[in-house]
Nanobody, 119 residues
Framework: QVQLVESGGGLVQAGGSLRLSCAAS????????MGWYRQAPGKQRELVAS???????NYADSVKGRSTISRDNAKATAYLQMTNLKPEDTAVYYC?????????????WGQGTQVTVSS
C-alpha cells in the first residue's frame, strides 16, 4: 500500500506564501506523475498542478505564475510553492500520485491539508 502525507497548509494573509509537501511511503516500485488538487466548499475538486517523473509540469490557469510544483524522486516527495496567495485559493489541498505499489499501478490520494487565505 502507498500512503501520501501532506503538510504545510495553514492560515495566511492575502499576498503571502505557503509551501506544501507530499511524502509518499510504503511499498513503492515506481511513481510516474504527482500532483496537487484542491477542493473548496461547494465546489468540485480541481487540478492545481502536476509533474511527471522527468519534471514536465502542468498548471491550472488560476495559479500560473504564482505556483511552482517540484519533486524529489529520491525522497518520493512533491512540493507546491504558492506565492501571492488570494482568498480564492482557500481550499483543502490534496496530493495524488500514480504509483506502482503492492496492488499494482493505481492512483493514490492523501488526506488533504487545509489552506486558508484571509483578505
Amino acid at each position: 500500500q502507498v500512503q501520501l502525507v501532506e503538510s504545510g497548509g495553514g492560515l495566511v494573509q492575502a499576498g503571502g506564501s505557503l509551501r506544501l509537501s507530499c511524502a509518499a511511503s510504503g511499498t513503492i516500485f515506481s511513481i510516474t506523475s504527482m500532483g496537487w488538487y484542491r477542493q473548496a466548499p461547494g465546489k468540485q475538486r480541481e487540478l492545481v498542478a502536476s509533474i511527471t517523473r522527468l519534471g514536465s509540469t502542468n498548471y491550472a490557469d488560476s495559479v500560473k505564475g504564482r505556483s511552482t510544483i517540484s519533486r524529489d524522486n529520491a525522497k518520493a516527495t512533491a512540493y507546491l510553492q504558492m506565492t501571492n496567495l488570494k482568498p480564492e485559493d482557500t481550499a483543502v489541498y490534496y496530493c495524488k500520485c500514480n504509483a506502482d505499489g503492492a496492488a499494482g499501478w493505481r492512483d493514490y490520494w492523501g488526506q488533504g491539508t487545509q489552506v486558508t487565505v484571509s483578505s
